[in-house]
């Protein structure tokens, strides 16, 4: 019988213990469930796919704000499971009937009594709340709403925490009895206690504290008045079973005095278990200096802010049974116009696919580039285009497209690359080639680059891809841009990074004033730095800082600082062309000529890349090129010095054609969202503020106003006496004269014409056939 009991008694144990593990770990996965949504709310970005879909579909149920109080309600249930007794099943039905009432009550303090509206459900309360209040206003009104919303957060509290009204009514009372009895104005005589009591309390006391010495882990989570409560089976009458089976009983005597000298030392000594506990005493201010280091120092912005790698399909032998046919339907279509040729190999790209050609004996390849428009209407696609010869191969490319493009983000190609192993801050992300290279562009080697496109062709997305790889290695110290952005909105997104040099230049005629006058200064600038140190490059000059900074004397009197690389940005350069087309033209020139050996690279994007503005001294002196979607052939020759750019598909496809290289290779530019940019830019803000050139805001833009300095007092032109000791000396004026002489356009000329006919220097305008007299 014995033996049946302690049977009976183990089992009852160990079903309670294996209940209060559940109930541990179930609270654990709230815990953790409550993080991940908190996150997921605030960080999107960071939670993946399932982050990202569970806050959309959130939003839509219980609103933008349900969502930001859902990790409170999560860590409730948490609670509950450690410290209640409730069953789980109740603690869950309340916490969600709970949260479901404070979304109807969020959505009601909003509505304040008017007619609910479901076209902004997931403004505040999403469509449950919608929902709730609408039916609950039906029923009870708006003030009813209120009551009923006040009785359920009762009932669900009592429910989830286990708590009795009447337990707490009694408790309250009895403190306030207990605060009465020993203010000073009372007289109520307190008699001694009888032996019974003392009797009766002493051992709750030492169950408490032997079965807290001998069963820790069991006893920690509950509280005293839980310990002293009679159930009709606790665990402490399981131990107290399991104890008399395995001690021997004691005599009552003896476990009374044992009781006396237990409640004597734990009354006289501290509870060792609380001096352990010291968290607040650890040592945080070294942890907290060290932070406030860390937060001084400038952070890169770190990958997981782009979106993350996909698994593109490119550089696959992935002969499917479309593909073969479509190569026997080429073969087929040579054919029958005498050509002789034979599908060799199947290269499928980001967004073409390549059929490369083995033509057969005297068969010339202008026959093939000749049936481009033949071969399209077979394969039933818009355009093709043909690669004859492929570089480095016999062979010939025609370039079918794909029916989708797959898209290629930023973060794939830095992560499938050495992008951050190199030592050049200038490494730029392009995108991949139809064979699966990964293309990185130097800026420090191009070191000038032209980039023209159509409107929706991907130029504006190249633009800021290179602008966000260079961010994403450099600091403001290594390296510095100048944006400048005609048409306003496009560069504007990288307002108040510490990386410019100025606010983003959205006016035409400051930003050619910023370059005549500030760039080109600032190249002699440091090549006068340069000569006194005897060096030839900015990465020499920089070098000898590093070098006089770790000497004790240094060789130079005056302190050197390191200079950062400056990047010039101009989206628009037919804005710039065409306020003033000379200066800007003289001012690229020189810049593209001489600036690289400074560190000062251009970087120039156009979308309508004409000979007015893309002019042959700027095509001379920036050799690098990248094309999108062009409209016409002529076009395609502006920039590349031949066609193709007018068969690219948009979207990215793009032709690069770096300094050095013989043809231009296609490839599928990366795709990097204006969120990401955001989240950069964001972060970027964080570390710091910007520091901007005195001398660049104060630049003064051209030909504002008639007395800036493109003009005297008078009004006249800063040329205009120059023009007229010209004109006096040589006895003959006209238009083309000073064209001529003063290198200057045909609309200054004929406005200095007028001035020097004002002030009376030549005669009136006589006939196209008579020239002017000087007087």
Known sequence: MAKK??????????????????????????????????????????????????????????????????????????????????????????????YICFIILLENIHTKGDPVSFQSASEIGGWIGVTGTYCLDQLVGHYGTFIFIAGVFILTSVLIFGLSIKELSNHFFQNISKKLQKSPGSKKLQTPKSKKTKSSKKPSLLKEKFLRALFFDRVMFEDSSNSTKNDDYSAED?????????????????????????????????????????????????????????????????????????????????????????????????????????????????????????????????????????????????????????????????????????????????????????????????????????????????PHVLIAGATGSGKSVCINAIIISILMRATPEEVKFLMIDPKKVELSLYEGIPHLLAPVVTNPNKAAATLKKWALMEMERRYERFSKVGVKDIHGFNKLVEKQQKQETPDYEDALTKLPLIVVIIDELADLMMVASQDVEQTICRLAQMARATGIHLVIATQRPSVNVVTGLIKANVPSRVSFYLQSQID????????????????????????????????????????????????????????????????????????????DNNGNDDLFEEARQLVMSSKYASTSYLQRKLKIGYNRAARIMDQLEESGVISEYAGEKKSRSVL
């Open 238 to 446: 399981e131990l107290q079973e399991i104890l008399e089976e395995v001690l021997p009983t004691p005599p009552i005597i003896e476990l009374e005095t044992a009781e006396e000298e237990v409640k004597e030392n734990l009354v006289s000594e501290p509870e060792p278990e609380i001096q352990h506990l010291e968290i607040k005493q650890n040592p945080t201010p070294k942890a907290s200096k060290t932070n406030n280091n860390s937060e001084t120092e400038f952070k890169l912005p770190p990958s997981y802010l782009l979106k993350p790698s996909v698994k593109l399909q490119t550089n696959k032998d992935n002969h499917t049974k479309q593909k073969k046919e479509q190569a026997q339907i080429l073969e087929q279509t040579l054919a029958s116009f005498n050509v002789k040729a034979t599908v060799v190999n199947i290269t499928i790209g980001p967004s073409v696919t390549r059929y490369e050609l083995q033509p057969g004996d005297g068969v010339k390849i202008s026959k093939i580039t000749a049936l481009a428009q033949d071969i399209a209407l077979k394969l039933a696609t818009a355009d093709i285009r043909i690669e004859a010869p492929i570089p480095g191969k016999c062979l010939v490319g025609i370039e079918v497209p794909n029916l989708a493009i797959d898209t290629i983000t930023l973060r794939t190609i830095m992560d499938q690359t050495d992008f951050y192993d190199r030592s050049s801050k200038l490494v730029n992300v392009l995108g991949l080639t139809i064979t699966g290279e990964s293309i990185l562009m130097d800026l420090g080697k191009m």
């Open 636 to 711: 395609s020759r502006t920039i590349l010095d031949m066609g193709g750019a007018e068969k690219l598909l948009g979207k990215g496809d793009m032709l690069y054609s770096p300094v050095g290289a013989f043809k231009p290779k296609r490839i599928q530019g990366v795709f990097i969202a204006e969120s990401e940019v955001k989240n950069i830019v964001s972060w970027l803000k964080k570390q710091g503020t910007p520091d901007y050139v005195d001398e660049i805001l104060e630049v003064e833009p051209l030909g504002d106003t008639n007395d800036s300095k493109g003009s």
């Open 5 to 98: 009991k302690r049977t009976r008694s183990l089992n009852r144990i160990n079903s309670t213990h294996s209940q209060s593990m559940y109930r541990e770990l179930l609270a654990i996965v709230f815990f953790l469930l409550s993080l991940f949504v908190l996150i997921s709310n605030k960080f999107t970005t960071t939670t993946g796919i399932l982050g990202y879909w569970l806050h959309q579909v959130l939003s839509q149920l219980v609103g933008y704000k349900g969502v930001s109080y859902l990790p409170l309600f999560l860590i409730l249930p948490g609670f509950s499971l450690l410290t209640a007794k409730t069953r789980v099943r109740t603690i869950l039905y309340s916490v969600s009937f709970c």
